[in-house]
């Protein structure tokens, strides 16, 4: 491969420097190491200078950092990983072990969120599949195909999935825990001793992802439906669930990468899971190692999750290639464009309402207010979202809490998206980045971040933004590279156009509108992590009302005052509801979905950039091109005989 030897060198860099920055932990953070150790050893216990003493002597930390890596590293090359500053036990067993508690746990998630995304497009892949009514039409010497389709204007996936999306993955689990396993008692909600016991895990992480990976897919499906070759095929009257077929094999390649992401995400990132359902995954192996500094434990972890990511990345860029891969390389792909723009719906206008309602009502009332009589009290006029475990007023704390909640999870998410598509323009140099970063386990990164930069106010953000650009990234350059290889953009670059032309005029706009998208799905999310790092002493602080904070502060009575949880969730919701509904209608300024109509009548696809005429005299067939996309149908010239025979 083309530069594979500086890819490697790049990723093999990328890993040293974060075992590196793992084993420098302590000395980054400012903190003890004998001291943290002994506390995770024994809380109790005196920590005397003779004692902290032996402990510096038994592990080594006299020696200074440089040696402990040397140590490390040397014995890792011999297979050793050395043993737990905590148990004294060896690490390499209790590491794989976890590891394989967890690629368990993963692979019943991705089960559960294939088959959630798979509903959550279904009615697309039906509209695409069954209501098609190809008509042919004869212009300027070139067949074209012309499709009346009902995806045209229509509506995003349902609000539905946008609000499953949003549902943080620790409040699912202990909903599912207190509702499905204690009371009801249908399920196991503690354990890991059988199949059964891994059924309300995998739910609890594979809904909210399989909303937000079900949406991605539907937001290209309109676009693969609308290509020529899919045209041609439903001219040529080709089943419509073989059209279907052919779509998502033409989509999912775009997707891919985030899926990558989620194997290794939904493996090292599911430690509130394993914490509510007493797994003994990696996820809280690591997040045990990183709290009690157990440098061996956490190192070992680390690698473990850095070298799934590659193998991950590895086998989605495989199968991309598969699916795709003569098309990438004749340069005989079409543009994901939808068709036409989204439905004017007025569903973000009526959630945007009901969430400043809440947030004005709230703002009238005083949310630090204490009255332990009226604790946890269910919702009346006096206090119509209840009250916490203090007595406080959950509506007043919702509605002071969305300014900060907002400002800052915008301020996030838009510093993850410029620093993603940037870095998603350069595959090479960002692939690696992207396998490196997102194996980083979130406290791990947030302890990092904090070591370096410091404990201050921005620390919270710089540490979520630290990871969250990753995703875009990895979204970005897919896209990119199926751009590249699409007709109009060689025709384009026949035409004399150079670089910055391509880059403005067909890649920007064909690959922004979707990571924008994205972006805004993953908005909840960037809200709940700020307020995951409250824990570490990093995000914010009681009696703050932020919005996380109050989901973490009320789950521990989320059975006897439910209401506690399901207000900061529902404010969660509704954003999340009206940046995806919102959303839908992002588009790039320059890009017209304005359709011609044609001497006979018959509408012709809309232009963009460079004239379609122009793109013809250059000598660029788009139908018989388009149709050659990775053999999903037969060639253009049998998928026009129909039309020859009718003209004959």
């Not at 109790?44 to 950092?65: F, K, M, N, S, Y």
């Not at 009346?380 to 007043?396: C, E, I, K, M, N």
């Not at 949880?565 to 320059?590: D, I, K, N």
């Amino acid at each position: 491969m083309r530069g594979g030897a500086p890819v490697l060198l790049w990723r093999a860099a990328l890993v040293a420097a974060l075992l590196c920055g793992v084993g420098l932990l302590p000395w980054l953070s400012r903190t003890d190491p004998a001291l943290t150790v002994l506390k995770a050893r024994s809380a109790e216990r005196a920590p005397t200078p003779e004692v902290l003493d032996a402990i510096r002597a038994q592990l080594g930390l006299d020696a200074g950092p440089s040696r402990l890596l040397g140590d490390w590293f040397g014995g890792l090359l011999h297979g050793d990983a050395g043993r737990s500053w905590i148990s004294g036990a060896e690490v390499t067993p209790s590491v794989l072990q976890a590891l394989g508690v967890s690629l368990l746990l993963m692979g019943g998630s991705l089960a559960v969120a294939v088959l959630t995304a798979g509903v959550v497009c279904a009615r697309t892949l039906r509209l695409g599949a069954g209501h098609r009514t190809p008509r042919i039409a004869v212009g300027r010497g070139t067949r074209r195909f012309a499709v009346g389709r009902r995806l045209d204007g229509r509506r995003s996936a349902g609000t539905g999935s946008a609000l499953l999306s949003t549902l943080p993955d620790f409040l699912t689990a202990s909903v599912l825990a207190a509702v499905v396993g204690v009371q009801l008692g249908w399920l196991p909600a503690l354990g890991w001793y059988g199949p059964q016991w891994m059924v309300l895990p995998a739910l609890s992480l594979g809904l909210p992802a399989g909303a937000l990976l079900g949406r991605m897919l539907d937001d290209l499906l309109p676009g693969a439906f609308a290509e020529q070759w899919a045209l041609a095929a439903a001219a040529r009257g080709v089943p419509g669930r073989s059209i279907a077929r052919q779509a998502l094999r033409r989509c999912v390649p775009g997707l891919l990468p985030n899926f990558g992401l989620f194997v290794v995400g939904l493996t090292g990132g599911a430690v509130a899971v394993e914490q509510v359902f007493d797994i003994p995954g990696l996820g809280r192996l690591t997040l045990q190692a990183a709290v009690a500094q157990d440098l061996p434990v956490l190192q070992a972890g680390t690698l473990a999750l850095v070298l799934l990511a590659a193998v991950a990345g590895g086998l989605t860029r495989l199968t991309a290639r598969l699916l795709i891969g003569p098309a990438l390389r004749d340069g005989a792909l079409s543009s994901l464009h939808r068709p036409t723009p989204s439905r004017p719906t007025t569903l973000p206008l009526l959630y945007g309402g009901l969430l400043l309602a809440v947030v004005a009502l709230g703002l009238a009332r005083d949310p630090l207010r204490l009255d332990t009589t009226a604790r946890l009290q269910s919702p009346s006029w006096a206090h119509p979202f209840g009250t916490d475990g203090l007595g406080r007023d959950v509506l007043a704390r919702v509605g002071h809490g969305a300014l900060s909640t907002l400002a800052l999870a915008l301020a996030v998410s838009a510093a993850a998206l410029v620093l993603g598509v940037l870095l998603g323009l350069l595959p090479r140099f960002s692939g690696p980045l992207v396998d490196t970063v997102n194996a980083v386990p979130p406290v791990l990164a947030a302890l990092l971040v904090t070591g370096v930069a410091g404990s201050g106010p921005s620390t919270p953000a710089l540490a979520v933004t630290a990871v969250a650009w990753a995703p875009l990234a990895a979204h970005t350059s897919a896209l990119l590279q199926q751009e590249r290889a699409t007709t109009h953009l060689t025709a384009t670059r026949g035409l004399g156009a150079g670089p910055f032309q391509l880059l403005r005029r067909e890649l920007l706009p064909a690959v922004l509108p979707p990571v924008v998208r994205h972006a805004l799905l993953r908005l909840p999310g960037v809200a709940l992590a700020l307020a995951a790092l409250g824990f570490l002493g990093l995000g914010a602080q009681p009696p703050s009302p932020e919005w996380g904070l109050l989901l973490s502060e009320n789950q521990p009575y989320a059975e006897r005052a439910p209401w506690a949880v399901l207000a900061p969730a529902t404010a969660l919701a509704l954003l999340g509801a009206v940046a995806v509904t919102g959303g839908g209608g992002v588009r790039w300024p320059g890009l017209r979905h304005v359709r011609r109509r044609g001497a006979d009548g018959i509408e012709t696809a809309p232009r963009r950039g460079v004239r379609a005429e122009d793109r013809e005299s250059a000598g660029v067939d788009l139908v018989s091109v388009g149709t050659r996309e990775a053999g999903l149908t037969g060639s253009a010239d049998t998928a026009a005989e129909p039309a020859r025979k009718r003209d004959a």
